[in-house]
């Protein structure tokens, strides 16, 4: 039996020499190839809000209507990051990672090319889709390129990168807006997409867990979507026709049980989407809770802040975009000093801080007026944009640190889910509080300010464009009445406005008592933040 085996080794041609291309596989290479596909993610989080009175007046959108075009795209990305983070591990980061790239490049080029709402919100949900493959899978990718030594700093460039993003992304949409058209505003992903594509395709080397196997909860998935749907259908729906109609009753109830299916679903499941053992950690529980209320509070902040400079006070969009620097701007200060905070303290008191600062930032925008200016806007904006920070990194310590070290994957899957879900909930539920008051003021805002009762009470079911800010003035009317509509209308705005963000303000209160739960968990995170 020897003899057969020499000579089949003999005869075995030597392996060929794998010539590898230059740059493949390069760590910083590789990073700027991940930065320019999160960079799109970034950038989309803020030039939205900057874009959305644009396009309330291209497509004749209601406030429901604007408040889908943003809810859509954080519905998808959230029920669809922690099954994302999944794909990428068993098919591979760096296939996946693309696939994310071209997929929320086109879905931007088909929202600008959108002739209708329904269509804009439909491709906002494919976008969502391909925004959640791409994230989670550019971390794995730095993960699986850099020596241990340097992944910190490769990681904190990348959060920098999202946080530079964040921060312009109101200057970049406001000159787009202003001077082109709100289109313009997602076509600026194509370029960037090819750039990232072309880089990616070259640098990237792929890689993939060989052990992730088996089949992915998609009963979980199907279940946690639907739920989320149902409660943010019925939160937007009671705006329109007040919490006591049996639609929003039906679709809070229809979330109810979606939701327990959800959970029991998730008792059962052998590998669930989310594991819910990891809630035994009241840290955990409580830092995740915290995580949703900082992105309530800042998405929500955003939305209406936007109509407010734009619709309420006359800004321009670059003028709005450039007014909110100090929101946007003050993260990627605050960032790395509540990394330094969390290091040395423990997530508790930055996290505490960081909602009592949120509190106190909301109700002092909860007393603006109608012409406040800008330096009264200003101190509360930097505030938020402070607070945010803090909140976001010591809470992703918190949710990081206190889960099972084998699932410090899936605890970072659900700190993003957790951001997504309050930006979610923070435009849903903000906006119909505001939309709520609106409705019960208008018709006597307008009467105070000289308007008929006759037309106030015509004006009345004009509640979903004042709630965006916008005077309903009928076509030919005189100066006068029209001065006295836009006087009416803004004032019911501003009511509104003050009602939803005193609310916010109470609620960031009590998420202070929450966070003096958290304590510092036994799996400290090295690095940046996933937003």
Same mark, same amino acid.
């Given at each position: 039996?020897?003899?057969?085996?020499?000579?089949?080794?003999?005869?075995?041609?030597?392996?060929?020499?794998?010539?590898?291309?230059?740059?493949?596989?390069?760590?910083?290479?590789?990073?700027?190839?991940?930065?320019?596909?999160?960079?799109?993610?970034?950038?989309?989080?803020?030039?939205?809000?900057?874009?959305?009175?644009?396009?309330?007046?291209?497509?004749?959108?209601?406030?429901?209507?604007?408040?889908?075009?943003?809810?859509?795209?954080?519905?998808?990305?959230?029920?669809?990051?922690?099954?994302?983070?999944?794909?990428?591990?068993?098919?591979?980061?760096?296939?996946?990672?693309?696939?994310?790239?071209?997929?929320?490049?086109?879905?931007?080029?088909?929202?600008?090319?959108?002739?209708?709402?329904?269509?804009?919100?439909?491709?906002?949900?494919?976008?969502?889709?391909?925004?959640?493959?791409?994230?989670?899978?550019?971390?794995?990718?730095?993960?699986?390129?850099?020596?241990?030594?340097?992944?910190?700093?490769?990681?904190?460039?990348?959060?920098?990168?999202?946080?530079?993003?964040?921060?312009?992304?109101?200057?970049?949409?406001?000159?787009?807006?202003?001077?082109?058209?709100?289109?313009?505003?997602?076509?600026?992903?194509?370029?960037?997409?090819?750039?990232?594509?072309?880089?990616?395709?070259?640098?990237?080397?792929?890689?993939?867990?060989?052990?992730?196997?088996?089949?992915?909860?998609?009963?979980?998935?199907?279940?946690?979507?639907?739920?989320?749907?149902?409660?943010?259908?019925?939160?937007?729906?009671?705006?329109?026709?007040?919490?006591?109609?049996?639609?929003?009753?039906?679709?809070?109830?229809?979330?109810?049980?979606?939701?327990?299916?959800?959970?029991?679903?998730?008792?059962?499941?052998?590998?669930?989407? =989310?594991?819910? *053992? /990891?809630?035994?950690?009241?840290? &955990?529980? @409580?830092? +995740?809770?915290? #995580? %949703?209320?900082?992105?309530?509070?800042?998405?929500?902040?955003?939305?209406?802040?936007?109509?407010?400079?734009?619709?309420?006070?006359?800004?321009?969009?670059?003028?709005?975009?450039?007014?909110?620097?100090?929101?946007?701007?003050?993260?990627?200060?605050?960032?790395?000093?509540?990394?330094?905070?969390?290091?040395?303290?423990?997530?508790?008191?930055?996290?505490?801080?960081?909602?009592?600062?949120?509190?106190?930032?909301?109700?002092?925008?909860?007393?603006?007026?109608?012409?406040?200016?800008?330096?009264?806007?200003?101190?509360?904006? =930097?505030?938020? *944009? /402070?607070?945010?920070?803090?909140? &976001?990194? @010591?809470? +992703?310590?918190? #949710? %990081?640190?206190?889960?099972?070290?084998?699932?410090?994957?899936?605890?970072?899957?659900?700190?993003?889910?957790?951001?997504?879900?309050?930006?979610?909930?923070?435009?849903?539920?903000?906006?119909?509080?505001?939309?709520?008051?609106?409705?019960?003021?208008?018709?006597?805002?307008?009467?105070?300010?000289?308007?008929?009762?006759?037309?106030?009470?015509?004006?009345?079911?004009?509640?979903?464009?004042?709630?965006?800010?916008?005077?309903?003035?009928?076509?030919?009317?005189?100066?006068?009445?029209?001065?006295?509509?836009?006087?009416?209308?803004?004032?019911?705005?501003?009511?509104?406005?003050?009602?939803?963000? @005193?609310?916010?303000?109470?609620?960031?209160?009590?998420?202070?008592?929450?966070?003096?739960?958290?304590?510092?968990?036994?799996?400290?995170?090295?690095?940046?933040?996933?937003?």
């Amino acid at each position: 039996m020897s003899e057969p085996s020499t000579v089949a080794v003999l005869e075995k041609p030597p392996p060929a020499r794998t010539t590898q291309r230059s740059g493949h596989g390069h760590p910083w290479l590789t990073l700027i190839a991940v930065a320019l596909g999160v960079m799109m993610v970034g950038l989309d989080a803020t030039v939205v809000s900057i874009a959305n009175p644009a396009i309330a007046r291209d497509l004749n959108a209601d406030l429901a209507g604007l408040q889908w075009v943003t809810n859509a795209y954080l519905l998808a990305l959230a029920v669809t990051l922690i099954p994302a983070g999944k794909i990428a591990d068993r098919f591979g980061r760096k296939k996946t990672f693309l696939v994310g790239v071209v997929g929320f490049a086109i879905a931007s080029l088909f929202i600008g090319m959108s002739g209708g709402l329904g269509m804009v919100i439909f491709w906002r949900v494919v976008q969502g889709f391909a925004g959640a493959l791409l994230q989670p899978a550019s971390l794995a990718i730095l993960r699986n390129t850099f020596p241990a030594e340097r992944l910190n700093a490769a990681i904190g460039i990348w959060g920098a990168t999202v946080g530079i993003s964040i921060a312009g992304g109101p200057i970049v949409g406001g000159v787009l807006v202003q001077h082109v058209n709100w289109e313009s505003v997602f076509f600026l992903n194509a370029p960037l997409g090819l750039i990232a594509l072309a880089v990616g395709l070259w640098v990237i080397r792929e890689s993939r867990d060989e052990e992730a196997t088996g089949s992915f909860d998609i009963p979980g998935v199907i279940l946690l979507s639907t739920s989320l749907f149902a409660l943010v259908w019925g939160l937007i729906k009671a705006g329109s026709y007040g919490f006591d109609d049996v639609l929003p009753l039906w679709s809070f109830a229809a979330a109810v049980v979606l939701g327990v299916a959800f959970v029991i679903n998730e008792l059962r499941a052998e590998k669930p989407l =989310l594991p819910l *053992g /990891l809630f035994k950690s009241v840290s &955990l529980s @409580a830092a +995740t809770g915290l #995580i %949703v209320l900082g992105f309530f509070a800042m998405f929500g902040t955003i939305f209406f802040i936007t109509l407010y400079l734009q619709q309420v006070h006359g800004m321009s969009p670059v003028d709005a975009g450039v007014r909110m620097l100090p929101m946007t701007g003050v993260f990627i200060v605050a960032s790395p000093i509540a990394g330094a905070l969390t290091a040395r303290f423990g997530p508790r008191p930055p996290l505490v801080l960081g909602m009592v600062l949120t509190s106190v930032a909301l109700f002092g925008l909860s007393r603006i007026g109608v012409d406040a200016p800008f330096s009264n806007l200003w101190p509360w904006f =930097l505030l938020i *944009g /402070l607070a945010f920070g803090f909140v &976001l990194v @010591a809470g +992703t310590e918190a #949710i %990081v640190g206190n889960a099972p070290e084998h699932l410090a994957g899936v605890a970072g899957g659900l700190q993003q889910t957790a951001s997504q879900i309050g930006g979610v909930l923070g435009t849903a539920v903000l906006g119909t509080i505001l939309s709520t008051r609106v409705s019960d003021v208008l018709v006597g805002r307008l009467t105070d300010a000289g308007v008929a009762p006759a037309t106030a009470q015509q004006l009345s079911g004009t509640t979903e464009y004042v709630s965006q800010g916008v005077a309903p003035v009928p076509p030919g009317a005189p100066e006068q009445t029209a001065q006295a509509i836009t006087t009416g209308s803004h004032l019911a705005f501003m009511d509104g406005f003050q009602t939803s963000l @005193a609310v916010a303000a109470a609620v960031a209160l009590a998420a202070a008592l929450a966070a003096l739960l958290v304590r510092r968990g036994q799996s400290p995170v090295g690095g940046g933040v996933a937003v």
